[in-house]
């Protein structure tokens, strides 16, 4: 698996989610980092540089959506490079559109598969898009 070393940020304010991803991704040898709600994202990546991969959830609490908070990435230049790819449970047929016009390297939808999702991460690493909604 092409993910050792690699360093991802988790952007997820369901515990169970993040849960779920981190041991995924650590069970691969992939160093991770979360923010929970969207609030402290650029500080927390900037402290976590260099970064390799954003996983960014679309629902936030508070009316704060991933889009807002990509935006916010974006606008920090030693940020702005990374690719992010959505992981939501959002309607993929809305969502898809909307994150390819956004930029976003990717769509996996929720509930993940645990069977793919690695090699879904390490496709993105690759440079490879992934848009899979369920």
């Given amino acids: 698996m092409k993910l050792t070393n690699k360093r991802i940020f988790i952007i ?6 993040l849960t779920i991803m981190e041991i995924l991704l650590r ?9 929970r709600w969207g609030r402290d994202t650029v500080s927390r990546l900037l402290k976590f540089a260099p970064v390799d991969l954003i996983l960014l959830d679309l629902n936030f609490p508070n009316n704060v959506t991933g ?3 990509y935006d ?17 449970a959002s309607d993929a047929s809305t969502a898809i559109p909307k994150t390819q016009a956004k930029g976003f390297a990717g769509f996996i939808g929720k509930p ?3 069977l793919v999702f690695p090699q ?10 992934i848009w899979q909604g369920f």
Wanted: proline share 6%.
């Fill in 12 to 17: 997820e304010d369901d515990p169970k989610n």
């Fill in 27 to 35: 069970q691969c040898n992939a160093q991770t980092q979360f923010e």
């Fill in 67 to 69: 889009y807002d908070i």
């Fill in 72 to 88: 916010a990435i974006r606008q920090v230049p030693a940020l702005a490079s990374i690719p992010v790819v959505a992981v939501s």
């Fill in 112 to 114: 993940i598969d645990i």
């Fill in 120 to 129: 879904q991460i390490a496709a993105v690493m690759d440079g490879k898009q």
